[in-house]
């Protein structure tokens, strides 16, 4: 897809899912902190499942300082209902201690630092500063945004990596910060994993896939 399509489709997303007071997350946070470990907790999680342990865990653990103390197996209870609950309990009390041992209690700000955390990767990294601090250094893939991208035609590859050089690529940095959340939404609401709503989908004319379908269809008419 070249840059013009692309943009279009940025267009009309933006207006189907408008940005509402400037908010493109989707985990309630209330601080860099909270927004680092609560990220690391989404990995292979609904944002729904880590919100619903969020004012458990931060009245528990209010500062790194505070889970720094803690042991993992202090933290597994307030945290079970989320999935990988053992690994993740480790992952953000090793983050907390780095946290308070290397960094003085304060979240960095950096793609390179970020990711010598537990638990921590890049597509963790880029939603902690775009979302924590608007810093936007990439574009966060997830398995909604490597869907519809792909669906798209913005890239050809399922590896995050590939997908997000590709993205970066396709669209003007000013607009970064927006296509994971629009992206997400739409993979949501309309460009399912199972069972897409093409018939309802408001980029079908620009999409790869939908032709494709469509092209299948014409075929078995012959």
């Not at 993992?72 to 308070?100: C, D």
């Not at 250094?137 to 997000?164: Q, Y």
Request: net charge neutral; proline share 5%.
């Amino acid at each position: 897809m070249n840059r013009e399509t692309a943009c279009e489709v940025y267009r009309r997303l933006l207006l189907q899912y408008p940005v509402v007071d400037d908010r493109r997350h989707f985990i309630d946070f209330s601080n860099p902190y909270e927004a680092l470990i609560l990220t690391i907790l989404s990995a292979q999680t609904t944002d729904r499942a880590v919100n619903a342990v969020s004012d458990t865990l931060f009245s528990r653990y209010p500062t790194p300082e505070a889970l720094a103390r803690a042991e993992p197996e202090e933290v597994e209870p307030l945290i079970r209902t989320i999935g990988f609950h053992h690994a993740k309990a480790r992952y953000i009390v090793g983050t907390a201690r780095k946290l308070v041992a290397d960094f003085d209690g304060e979240v960095p700000r950096t793609m390179e630092e970020l990711r010598s955390f537990p638990g921590v990767g890049r597509k963790t990294a880029n939603i902690v500063l775009s979302h924590a601090f608007d810093i936007n250094v990439g574009i966060a893939v997830d398995t909604h945004v490597r869907r519809v991208s792909k669906r798209l035609g913005f890239t050809d590859s399922t590896n995050p990596d590939i997908i997000e050089r590709d993205l970066v690529a396709l669209f003007p940095e000013e607009v970064w910060r927006d296509i994971n959340y629009l992206l997400i939404r739409h993979g949501r609401a309309v460009c399912t994993a199972q069972n897409p709503k093409h018939e309802e989908c408001f980029v079908a004319d620009l999409c790869r896939c939908y032709r494709e379908l469509q092209g299948t269809k014409e075929k078995g008419r012959e």
